[in-house]
């Protein structure tokens, strides 16, 4: 028990007891569970250019792209590659990285949200109202070669 702690009532002392020590074994199995993730963890990221608009990518993440000209489920190969990332050894392109490469595989066509355009001068009977839809291509990352 910690010092200076009274108690009149024991069943109260036992309960401390446990929540105190349950509270030390927690602590000790985040720590020790914080350190194996990082050992576990091996991350590559890779930054490459695809329809004209740099991505930090890595493997089996989603994203969607400006509207790309391939059927779903169509494997891309995107060769811009700007930047590597595997563990810390960094390779850095000049202005790409010759032989790298991102493989990426077509999910579906899809369009974003809404965008409302209106245009008004006041006073002179002037309103235009347009709406817009982006066309997107939704890839996946199968693979980063660097």
């Known amino acids: 028990m910690p010092s200076g702690f009274e108690c009149n009532n024991p069943t109260k002392e036992k309960k401390v007891d446990i929540l105190f020590a349950l509270s030390k ?17 091996s991350y590559m ?65 899809v369009k974003g949200d809404k965008v409302i355009v209106f245009r008004k001068k006041r006073r002179k009977g002037y309103r235009k109202k347009n709406g817009h839809r982006q066309a997107f291509t939704s890839i996946t990352i199968k693979s980063i070669k660097a």
């Open 25 to 41: 074994q927690f602590y000790i199995f985040a720590v020790r569970f914080r350190i194996l993730n990082k050992q576990i963890t």
């Open 45 to 109: 990221y890779a930054i490459v250019e695809i329809a004209g608009q740099q991505f930090k990518v890595q493997k089996d993440q989603k994203l969607y792209v400006h509207r790309l000209k391939a059927e779903v489920g169509a494997k891309l190969d995107f060769d811009k590659v700007l930047l590597a990332d595997n563990d810390g050894k960094i390779t850095l392109g000049a202005p790409a990285i010759e032989g790298a490469k991102v493989t990426a595989e077509v999910l579906a066509h």
